[in-house]
Structures are given as C-alpha cells and as structure tokens.
C-alpha cells in the first residue's frame, strides 16, 4: 500500500486538541463496525500527513470514489459534517422502528451492478444482504392502475394489453430507451476499465441529449394516458415530462429494469455503513462531524482543507460531495473565483421533498402488493408537475411500505410507511410552525392509498425540506442537485486536482448516478497523478 507523504502542513494555527471526537448526538442506525474515534495520538492526522485524496461527504458519491481509492490503496479520508455516514441514503431507528430518511430503492445491486463491484473490490460483498423488488412499483392513475414489474418483457405484455392500439409505439419506445441506456452502460462499464472511456459522448445519447421526456416519448407514443404511465417517475426527478431530461428520466426509467430496483436489507444505511468499513479496512480513514469550511485554491491547484473546528488537511486531490453553493470556496481570496466562475449557479436546483414517516400496527394491503406506490389524481402531468403546488394537490403522492419486501424494519405485525410530498424549489413557508399540520394533512393523503392507517398510527414524525437541509447541507434540501433539464449544466473550475461528485456533478443525480461520478472520478484521479 502506498504510504502518506510526511510533509510538514503548512498552516500552524490549529489547535490539535479539537481533534479529540466529541460523540455523537445523534448516533448511527448501525455504525460503522469499526469504532476508530478521531483521537488525539492515534490518528494519523495528528502527526503531518498529506493524503493522497481528502473526501469532503459521504453521500454515495463520496463514498463511492473513497472506496475505489482505498482499495487500490491509496491513502484517503473522507471528513463528514453529520453524525453518521451517506448523506441521503441515512436510515434512522424510533423504538423498533427502522426508517430510510430519503432514498426509497436503488439501482447498482445486481452482479454486475456499481455498488456490487466497488464491494467487491473492497472484499465485502457478501455481507450485503439485497431484496429485489418486484414489482418495482404500482401507479394508480383515476380509474387505472399499472403495476410496473421488474421484467421489462412482462410490463411491456402489460402495457400492450392496456394500451392494444399502442404495442408497435410501446416496443419502439422501449427500444430506443433501451439503446439509449446501452450507450449510458458502456459508459459506466468503461469507467472500470478503461479510464477514458466516460469522456466520450456515445452516438444515441448525443442524439437525444438535447430533448425532453415528453419529446423523446412523442417519437413513438400517441395516447396521452399511455405517456401519463411512462412518465410516472417524473415525480422522482420533481419535474414535468415536458421540463425533464430525456437522458436523465431514460436512465432512472431503464436502471431499475436493467439493473434491477433494491433496498438493502435493515435499511439503506447499512450500504453506507459497510462502505465505511470497507474503506477503513483497506486503510482509508472516516471521520464523521468534520464539517469543512474551506477548500484552498493555491497556485491553480487545490492544496488543503479546513474544517469548521479548526483542522486542516493537507492533500494531493481534493474530492468535494458537497453542495457547491456552499461557501466551501468562498473564503479564499481570489484564486477561489476561478472555481465559482466554472460553476453553474445560475441554473435552477432540484425540487426538496417534505416526507411523513409513520409505523402503523396491523397488516397492510398496498396495490398490487407493490411497496412502492405513486399517486396521481390526473394524466395531464406537465399539469400537475409544472409547477407542483405543494399540499394542494389533495390527491397525489408517493408512497413506500418498505416492510412489505423487508419485515425487519419494524416488528412483526407492524409496518413503516414513507410518504413524499413533492415540494418545489423556492416554494416558501415557514416550515417550523406549519410542520405538524402539513404532516396531518400528508397523512390525511396517504389515507386514500392505504384506507384506515390513521387509526392504527403507532408513531409519526416529519421532515421539511429544512430538515433535509441540516443533514446534508444540499441547500433547501435539493433532492437532486441541480434542475434535470436538458441544459443540465456543466462544471468547468479547471483545477486539475478537484473533483465534484454526486448529484451536483455532471451525472446527474440519484445514487446510481452519483455513485458512478465517485468511481470516475477516483478512476481519473490514479491515472492523473497518483
Ligand atoms: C426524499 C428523497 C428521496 C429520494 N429517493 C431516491 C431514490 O429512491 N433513489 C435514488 O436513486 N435517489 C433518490 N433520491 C436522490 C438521491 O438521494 C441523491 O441524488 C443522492 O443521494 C445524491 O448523492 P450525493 O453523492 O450527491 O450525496 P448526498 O446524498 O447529497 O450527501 C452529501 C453528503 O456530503 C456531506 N456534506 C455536505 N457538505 C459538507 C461539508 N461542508 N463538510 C463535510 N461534509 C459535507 C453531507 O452531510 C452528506 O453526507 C432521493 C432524494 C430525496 C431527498
């Protein structure tokens, strides 16, 4: 394994003492299972250590690029504000109660899956358990309801006897979707290959990279309730069909039938946890309620990091998972301007969500058994989506009963119950005095999905787009980085030696992508200058 360089740091004004680890407030669901605190002596911080990469978040973007790195040997760390580790892929405990704070299921689980090889060449795959959802959701449409199932074959038998006039536009849709994600794989499988690979733009996607949803729908589907039905995770990406990118509603759409749509057994946390622990394992540090305040930009190359209790880290490569609307640049004179000036603020962010998580007692009976439903009081969804109004609309939302597939999450006879309420960006209320209210009223919802829950309520909390805010720093809680519209942005700081990833980078957003922005960048890190 290669070593650290012992470089003296070059800033002297931090007290080392601040680096004894306080604790946590808020501890983790599961934590990691290795319990190395941050203390004064054992870490290697304390003595002056230039790593090879300083990780600033470990949503599953950072995560992600920290586990490469780490298992090619590299010496890493990655410095998270919270209290434990993987942004929005957190679960939290209440009692027996397990709850996943954002994420609903992800793609990247199967074999030959991103998650699946970075675990692998940690050495830990096997100590993820998986549960493949099947169906992958319900829609329920005024007067239809669509179960999307997990075989692509099987929901396009169904979409053609629903829609028998359509079958020659479902299956010329779904061809050319499928073309399109081909092109979106052979990047991904590149970037474990070849580094390159991911640089280049592959035909079809550059030939739809500029359309909408509803465009790329309007090449082969004529009936607008059978576009309503293909435009149902629209939601996901808190835009209309006619506002969302074409490559990026492809590339949710197709994962989860490509790749199959999975939560890891116990909640979500556990692939972050044991992501933690295979970095650690491979020699890779993780070091949690280390907020950083500034990224230095010195001689056109990122130096050292500064968290907000005074340590510095000196690196070699500096990999920021955080929102970059953060002032993480900002304090740094003017070489910082070059980054800011090469990042996109004037394009829109992602929507937030306001979730309900409830525990009820007594069986559920969701739609189609499915543990995932979305709602819609409408088939006009450019309508409905653009623009949302929030806890107006009285009939649509998405909903998830995770204990459906996974019954550990509560005990047995009981069930958890997630519902999202979609909340746009720069919609303003004050959330402190209106969150009980907009709870009930989400509950109230939710009721018309899964009759009777209220009365059988064990517990029930909320959490506002400022909650998601505070545990992630994504400003206003954005769900997705930046708006997925087909002017998607692009990210040119120029500083060879720092790296955004996650959903503020150019992948866009969710896990899977966010994840593949980790891998790439690690990827392109080692054959740089490692
Ligand atoms: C309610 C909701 C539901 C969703 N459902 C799904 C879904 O079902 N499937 C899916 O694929 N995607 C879903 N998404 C989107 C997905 O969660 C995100 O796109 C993805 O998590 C982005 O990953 P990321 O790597 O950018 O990191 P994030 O998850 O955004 O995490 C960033 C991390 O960086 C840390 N950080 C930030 N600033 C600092 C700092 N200054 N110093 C140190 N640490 C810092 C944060 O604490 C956090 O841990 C959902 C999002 C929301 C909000």
Not at 71 to 82: H, I, M, N, Y
Request: glycine share 10%; charged share 25%.
């Amino acid at each position: 394994m290669r070593q650290p360089h012992h470089l003296p740091i070059p800033w002297t004004g931090v007290d080392r003492r601040r680096t004894v680890h306080r604790g946590g407030v808020l501890p983790s669901l599961h934590g990691p299972s290795s319990s190395r605190s941050a203390s004064v002596g054992r870490s290697p911080w304390g003595t002056a250590v230039t790593w090879d990469a300083v990780v600033v978040g470990s949503g599953p973007g950072g995560l992600s690029c920290a586990a490469i790195l780490a298992a090619e040997g590299r010496k890493v760390v990655v410095l998270e504000q919270g209290a434990s580790p993987g942004g929005y892929l957190a679960s939290f405990r209440r009692g027996r109660y397990i709850f996943d704070a954002a994420v609903d299921c992800i793609a990247g689980l199967d074999p030959g899956g991103i998650f699946t090889r970075i675990l692998k060449e940690l050495g830990i795959d096997e100590k993820l358990q998986r549960i493949r959802l099947d169906p992958i959701r319900v829609s329920l449409f005024p007067g239809l309801t669509v179960r999307v199932d997990a075989r692509l074959e099987e929901y396009i038998e169904r979409l053609v006897r629903l829609f028998p006039a359509e079958r020659k536009g479902i299956e010329d849709h779904f061809r050319r979707a499928g073309e399109m994600y081909d092109d979106l794989e052979s990047m991904t499988s590149d970037v474990f290959g070849e580094p390159d690979g991911a640089t280049r733009l592959p035909a079809v996607l550059g030939l739809y990279r500029d359309l909408s949803y509803s465009e790329f729908l309007g090449c082969d589907i004529r009936d607008r309730r059978l576009a309503a039905v293909l435009s149902d995770r629209c939601p996901f990406l808190g835009l209309s069909p006619r506002r969302v990118s074409a490559v990026r509603m492809v590339s949710l759409v197709m994962s989860y039938f490509r790749s199959g749509a999975f939560r890891p057994a116990g909640g979500h946390q556990r692939l972050a946890d044991l992501l933690v622990d295979g970095i650690r394992n491979k020699g890779g540090e993780f070091l949690s309620r280390k907020a950083v305040k500034t990224i230095f930009v010195e001689g056109g190359r990122c130096t050292r990091v500064l968290t907000e209790d005074g340590d510095e880290f000196t690196a070699r490569h500096v990999v920021s998972n955080a929102d970059p609307h953060e002032t993480l640049y900002r304090r740094n004179g003017d070489e910082s301007q070059r980054v800011l000036a090469g990042m996109p603020f004037d394009h829109r962010v992602s929507p937030s969500f306001f979730v309900l998580y409830a525990a009820i007692s007594g069986g559920v009976s969701p739609p189609e058994g499915a543990s995932s439903i979305g709602a819609f009081d409408r088939f006009d969804l450019d309508a409905l989506l653009n623009p949302y109004l929030p806890f107006r609309e009285t009939e649509s939302l998405g909903i998830s009963v995770p204990t459906v597939t996974d019954p550990s999450l509560a005990p047995e006879g009981h069930h958890v119950v997630i519902a999202h309420e979609l909340v746009p960006a720069g919609f303003s209320v004050d959330w402190n005095r209106a969150k009980d209210a907009l709870a009930k009223q989400l509950l109230r919802k939710a009721e018309r999905v899964l009759p009777g829950m209220s009365a059988r309520l064990v517990h029930f909390e909320a959490a506002t787009p400022l909650t998601l805010a505070r545990y992630t720093r994504n400003h206003g809680g954005a769900a997705f980085g930046w708006e997925q519209t087909p002017e998607f942005p692009r990210l040119r700081h120029g500083i060879p030696n720092l790296y955004q990833v996650g959903h503020w980078s150019e992948t866009g957003s969710g896990v899977l992508a966010a994840a593949w922005s980790g891998v790439r960048a690690a990827k392109r890190m080692m054959k740089d200058t490692l």
